[in-house]
């Protein structure tokens, strides 16, 4: 059974910077890509970042240019670099997998919540 632990999340200034870790474990994690979302209170949960086991990554356009998501495959683990933090970034962050074959369930982390104070 996958299993996805969230790290990282706290009370930041506006500007200021906070890194995401999500570990893996329980599968093989290079058939995964490996995706961060959020959600807001009364929003509907968005896609942050996306990347594939080659490390090709795709961006929401709100947080292109400041947030950066990679991966070590080495420690199961993706990190989600966020930058120039903007309070409309506050939200809960969840860590999803997805099985390249899409025969498999995703899995969600339990979330890590991000605040931005201005």
């Known amino acids: 059974q996958v299993q996805l632990v969230e790290s990282g999340g706290g009370l930041v200034e506006a500007g200021g910077s906070l890194r995401l870790s999500c570990r893996f474990s329980?599968?093989?994690?290079?058939?995964?890509?490996m995706s961060w979302h959020r959600q807001a209170p009364g929003v509907q949960r968005e896609l942050v970042a996306i990347i594939t086991p080659g490390s090709s990554t795709n961006y929401a356009d709100s947080v292109k240019g400041r947030f950066t998501l990679s991966r070590d495959n080495y420690k199961s683990t993706v990190y989600l670099q966020m930058n120039s933090l903007k309070r409309e970034d506050s939200a809960v962050y969840y860590c999803?997998?997805?099985?390249?074959?899409?025969?498999?369930?995703?899995?969600w982390g339990q979330g890590t919540q991000v605040t931005v104070s201005s």
């Open positions: 329980g599968g093989l994690f290079a058939r995964y890509a």
């Open positions: 999803k997998a997805e099985h390249l074959s899409r025969k498999r369930p995703d899995y």
